[in-house]
């Protein structure tokens, strides 16, 4: 049974930094897609960055504008596991973010696989 537990957030002042954890098990997602969305309250769960594996090489992509430049993901497939490092959060930033993992990611389709959700909150 494929699981994703993600783990890392919490209360964080703005402007300061966290590191998202999601570890994958149930199978080797080497060659999967992994991926971030996230939803703040009153909206709908968006797009947050998403990473790919083929042929040897890694391909990323990010929202574009919200997350571009402060936001990194990264994976390490010998742990099946995605990171996203946050850096120089917003109060915009709040929202539960959920790993998300499957053959294939785009920012309108998302994988198959979703994680339970780990909480971030920016305070002023």
């Known amino acids: 049974q494929v699981q994703l537990v993600e783990s890392g957030g919490r209360l964080v002042h703005a402007g300061g930094s966290l590191r998202l954890s999601c570890a994958a098990s149930g199978r080797t997602f080497s060659t999967y897609s992994m991926g971030w969305f996230r939803q703040a309250p009153g909206k709908e769960r968006e797009f947050v960055a998403a990473t790919r594996w083929s042929h040897g090489d890694t391909y990323y992509g990010y929202a574009s504008d919200s997350v571009k430049g402060r936001f990194t993901i990264s994976r390490d497939n010998a742990k099946n596991a995605v990171y996203l490092q946050m850096n120089n959060l917003k109060l915009e930033d709040t929202a539960v973010y959920y790993c998300?993992?499957?053959?294939?990611?785009?920012?309108?389709?998302?994988?198959?696989?979703w994680g339970q959700g780990t909480q971030v909150t920016v305070s002023s």
């Open positions: 998300n993992a499957g053959t294939s990611i785009t920012p309108t389709v998302p994988g198959n696989f």
